[in-house]
């Protein structure tokens, strides 16, 4: 399985976004699919993950804020983030769940690219 993130930017205080990440192959709609970020010189954190059925799970830095949601037949799961702050500045990054805690780094793999997201005060 390949993940391609897409859609971040450059966005004031405020803002919104949404990300976008495609997956390759034929078993999307098996994967729960989860969304994390990196600051510089921080380490990669859980953001958001939809289960198969389609709910979400946010951490609570973003509750309120992001919504994450899936289109199996496109083989996509987005990230809309509304009232963007600075300290969401990082890369986001994409992954499958492969592991046993659901909200846990290395419980997931397949990572793409990752897209950065800078948000400005």
């Known amino acids: 399985v390949q993940l391609q993130a897409s859609g971040g930017g450059l966005v004031q205080a405020g803002g919104s976004l949404r990300l976008s990440c495609v997956a390759s192959?034929?078993?999307?709609?098996?994967?729960?699919m989860g969304w994390f970020r990196q600051a510089p010189g921080k380490e990669r954190e859980f953001v958001s993950r939809i289960t198969l059925s389609g709910i979400g799970v946010y951490a609570d830095s973003v509750k309120g804020r992001f919504t994450i949601s899936r289109d199996n037949a496109k083989n996509t799961v987005y990230l809309q983030m509304n009232s963007l702050k600075p300290e969401d500045t990082g890369v986001y990054y994409c992954?499958?769940?492969?592991?046993?805690?659901?909200?846990?780094?290395?419980?997931?793999?397949?990572w793409g690219q990752g897209t950065q997201v800078t948000v400005s005060s």
């Open positions: 992954g499958r769940f492969v592991g046993i805690t659901y909200d846990a780094t290395n419980s997931y793999g397949n």
């Open positions: 192959g034929r078993a999307f709609s098996s994967y729960v």
